[in-house]
Nanobody, 119 residues
Framework: QVQLVESGGGLVQAGGSLRLSCAAS??????MGWFRQAPGKEREFVAAISGTGISTIYADSLKGRFTVSRDNAKYMAYLQMNSLRPEDTAVYYC??????????????WGQGTQVTVSS
């Protein structure tokens, strides 16, 4: 069983940065994904990183602003978010599972952390 706990969300002004963290209990070297869900919208893929950390994928609209990384020695995954925009406001979730951008690929989910970007 894998438990995931996100942290690092908060309120930030447009143009600012945040770094989200995801702590995994229970050793996992699965793909780690990040998703987000804004009010009234479906959950959408943000980024994913392979178990080894060698491969990454991003939502096309977020390339260049967001960076996913992991530290397997600490069982941690991270999402660095730069040049934040009000439309980035959402609850951000980390997930562990199989490679891909579909939520269905992921077996384990964190509880989410709120990110709010003010204009």
């Amino acid at each position: 069983q894998v438990q995931l706990v996100e942290s690092g969300g908060g309120l930030v002004q447009a143009g600012g940065s945040l770094r989200l963290s995801c702590a995994a209990s229970g050793r996992t070297f699965r793909t780690m994904g990040w998703f987000r869900q804004a009010p009234g919208k479906e959950r959408e893929f943000v980024a994913a990183i392979s178990g080894t950390g060698i491969s990454t994928i991003y939502a096309d609209s977020l390339k260049g602003r967001f960076t996913v990384s992991r530290d397997n020695a600490k069982y941690m995954a991270y999402l660095q978010m730069n040049s934040l925009r009000p439309e980035d406001t959402a609850v951000y979730y980390c997930a562990a599972g199989a490679w891909g951008s579909s939520p269905g690929n992921y077996d384990y989910w964190g509880q989410g952390t709120q990110v709010t970007v003010s204009s």
